[in-house]
Antibody, heavy 119, light 107 residues
Framework: QITLKESGPTLVKPTQTLTLTCTFS??????????VGWIRQPPGKALEWLAL???????RYSPSLKSRLTITKDTSKNQVVLTMTNMDPVDTATYYC???????????WGQGTLVTVSS | AIRITQSPSSLSASTGDRVTITCRAS??????LAWYQQKPGKAPKLLIY???TLQSGVPSRFSGSGSGTDFTLTISCLQSEDFATYYC?????????FGQGTKVEIK
């Protein structure tokens, strides 16, 4: 059974850097074809794809946020870390990590973590 | 970047109704389209991938169709547990993109 769980601060101040950790089980990020992605959802709004890291360390980013995002993996710890710099109140959202399997889709997802950006 | 236009943004329906949601891609994406269901306070759940392949465990009243630029999610006989928000997502090329969502509400 694949499970993922996001962790990190619930409140950050404007201009600070957000660091979120996705801890997973039930798969290995050293298996060919596997990836872990990050998606966010502002309150009451739609889903937004942020970043994706693959088993071979290939990384993909949303162009609109690429300058602010960094995604890394620690295969031995079964963790993926997303950092987002220069946080702004508009970045307030629930942040999800998700498993990207052989079919290329996000399934399953973590439960999500709400991050509020406020001074 | 490929843009995804999903419609309608919301709809009201009754249990037992047939419901159709559409997504249009700004350029051809072959069959690289998925559908997710999201209930309030919960993470999205994968329903359909490759435009028409039902994810394991998903009821057969859900179906997907389309290829290229136009896609459809159909719920053949709406059940109470189907009231939720539905999103489509293209995974043909980066950046992956989601539609704006369709909220299915009780009439």
């Amino acid at each position: 059974q694949i499970t993922l769980k996001e962790s990190g601060p619930t409140l950050v101040k404007p201009t600070q850097t957000l660091t979120l950790t996705c801890t997973f089980s039930g798969f290995s990020l050293s298996t060919s074809g596997v990836g872990v992605g990050w998606i966010r959802q502002p309150p009451g709004k739609a889903l937004e794809w942020l970043a994706l890291i693959y088993w071979d360390d290939d990384k993909r980013y949303s162009p609109s946020l690429k300058s602010r995002l960094t995604i890394t993996k620690d295969t031995s710890k079964n963790q993926v870390v997303l950092t987002m710099t220069n946080m702004d109140p508009v970045d307030t959202a629930t942040y999800y990590c998700a498993h990207r399997g052989a079919a290329g889709l996000f399934d399953p997802w973590g439960q999500g973590t709400l991050v509020t950006v406020s001074s | 970047a490929i843009r995804i236009t999903q419609s309608p943004s919301s709809l009201s329906a009754s249990t037992g109704d047939r419901v159709t949601i559409t997504c249009r891609a700004s350029q051809g994406i072959s069959s690289y389209l998925a559908w997710y269901q999201q209930k309030p306070g919960k993470a999205p759940k994968l329903l359909i991938y490759a435009a028409s392949t039902l994810q394991s465990g998903v009821p057969s009243r859900f179906s997907g169709s389309g290829s290229g630029t136009d896609f459809t999610l159909t719920i053949s006989c709406l059940q109470s547990e189907d009231f939720a928000t539905y999103y489509c997502q293209q995974y043909y090329s980066y950046p992956w993109a989601f539609g704006q969502g369709t909220k299915v509400e009780i009439k």
